[in-house]
């Protein structure tokens, strides 16, 4: 990419960086203005004076010109905040680890505090020595550490019937990704010997939480087995109350209520237990009325974070990055497209990093906008050759009538003042 820098006076330099992008026009209006700037010119406040010592904020927070970058709820969703979701401020964020502090929180009966010494995980069912573990037990096996993505099936769940919430942490905010540490589960499955349950193949594990909903699922032993992980550790730090301190499920790529919060049993069984969360919710009604269940693995998606309607282009036409997220539960990222005429014409976006299975990635595709309006979608690819879905196709399998598992294309109208709408091409 060759980005130009203009000076008042005829000469012009060039900068030359790696990214094999199409050429970009001018970032010409820094330069130009600095002639008289103050802020150059003149002695500055922070310049005359010390600032804050250590210790100022023994546990940092963003400092307060980012007071913006938060979660938020959507008040008309839900009855309370007690059973209730609310949104990573995904259009505000790069990269692709998410602080846990604006990470977004599911409960379906509040956050609860449990201390590490209060904690207890219990192993028990078709295993040949049930046990319980204490916080302590857990530090005491081999460690694993992964990125990983959890999703919510609901995320995107509002915007079925058209286009609704104004805003990519309002439509597609309902997930985090962060590098977490723990145990694998067929550690410590092991560890209570799965003899007793004989063949594996059709044999499941019970997961519940330790709050008062115990939000249970049934979960396949052969998943169980493969890459879930009794997590007690995220981004480096131990996990926040509202992520279920001290310790979580992660089950990678498969729908977040999976993702046991304050885990405290798990039961070996010989059939799923169809359970609330797994029968009345998280399933799938389809058009003829019937619904669809053990729906678990997320699908392939994406959302260009910027430019959207919290993030609108302020600088006018010329280089425009616009950049996103894509994942797939069922592996690694291989491609994103983006297009800004409403998928006439697509461009392969840059991936920041090769893709991660079942962890998020970040593209970018660094323009030059010509000022007139234009109409945003990105299309994902994961490495099993899946394509994410239009509206319209994704409709024609599922229908009007679910709520979980929409991963079709966004799509943002940007006007020519660099406003941007959530609208629906189908
Ligand atoms: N114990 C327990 N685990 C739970 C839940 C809950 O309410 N209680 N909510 C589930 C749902 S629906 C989701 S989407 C994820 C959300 O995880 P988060 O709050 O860390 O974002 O946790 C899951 N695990
Ligand atoms: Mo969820």
């Known amino acids: 990419m060759t980005v130009s820098f203009k000076d008042k006076g005829a000469s012009r330099r060039q900068f030359l960086t790696g990214a094999a992008a199409a050429g970009v026009g001018t970032v010409a209006a820094t330069v130009a203005k600095a002639a008289g700037d103050p802020l150059i010119t003149q002695k500055q406040e922070w310049a005359q004076a010390t600032g804050d010592g250590v210790d100022a904020s023994p546990y940092g927070l963003p400092i307060q010109f980012e007071g913006d970058v938060i979660r938020r709820n959507v008040e008309w969703l839900t009855a309370d905040t007690i059973s209730s979701i609310n949104f990573t401020p995904i ?18 009966s509040g956050a609860i505090e449990l201390r590490k010494e209060d904690y207890r995980l219990m192993i028990n069912g078709l295993v040949d020595t049930p046990l319980v573990f204490t916080y302590e037990d857990l530090e005491r096996f081999p460690r694993e550490n992964h990125v990983y993505f ?9 915007e079925w019937a058209g286009a609704q919430l104004n805003g990519a942490q309002f439509t597609h905010g ?7 540490t723990g145990v694998s589960l067929r550690t410590l499955l092991n560890e209570a010997g799965l003899g007793a349950a004989g063949d594996l193949k059709d044999k499941w594990v019970y997961v519940e939480g330790a709050d008062a909903s115990s939000n249970g699922r049934s979960i396949p032993m052969e998943k169980a087995l493969d890459d879930v992980l009794v997590a007690f550790k995220a981004n480096g730090e131990a996990l926040r109350k509202e992520h279920g301190y001290p310790v979580r499920l992660c089950v990678p790529g498969w729908e977040g209520n999976m993702w046991v919060k304050w885990l405290r049993r798990i039961e070996v069984t010989a ?3 169809e359970s609330r969360e797994e029968t009345s919710k998280y399933t799938d009604t389809l058009e003829d009325g019937t619904s669809r269940k053990w729906t678990w693995v997320m699908d392939a998606k994406s959302v260009v974070t910027s430019p959207s309607p919290q993030a609108p282009i302020k600088h006018g036409k010329g280089p425009l990055v616009i950049t996103g997220l894509a994942w797939s539960g069922r592996g690694a990222i291989t491609g994103v497209d983006v297009t800004i005429d409403g998928g006439k014409t697509w461009q392969k976006a840059r991936l920041a990093k090769p893709g991660e299975k079942m962890a998020m990635a970040r593209f970018y595709l660094d323009i030059d906008w010509n000022g007139e309006e234009m109409f945003l979608q990105s299309r994902a690819h994961d490495e099993t050759g899946y394509v994410q879905p239009t509206k319209t ?15 079709c294309i966004q799509t943002w109208w940007v006007k020519p003042n660099g406003e941007a709408e959530n609208v629906e091409i189908s």
């Open 150 to 158: 959890c999703e919510c099936a609901a995320n995107t769940g509002m």
């Open 91 to 108: 259009h505000a964020l790069d990269g692709t680890i998410t602080p846990q502090g604006c990470a977004f929180e599911r409960h379906h």
């Open 174 to 180: 309902m997930i985090h990704n962060m590098e977490y």
């Open 393 to 407: 196709q994704l409709r024609d399998v599922r229908g009007l009538n679910s709520i979980y598992h929409n991963n």
């Open 271 to 273: 059939q799923a237990i």
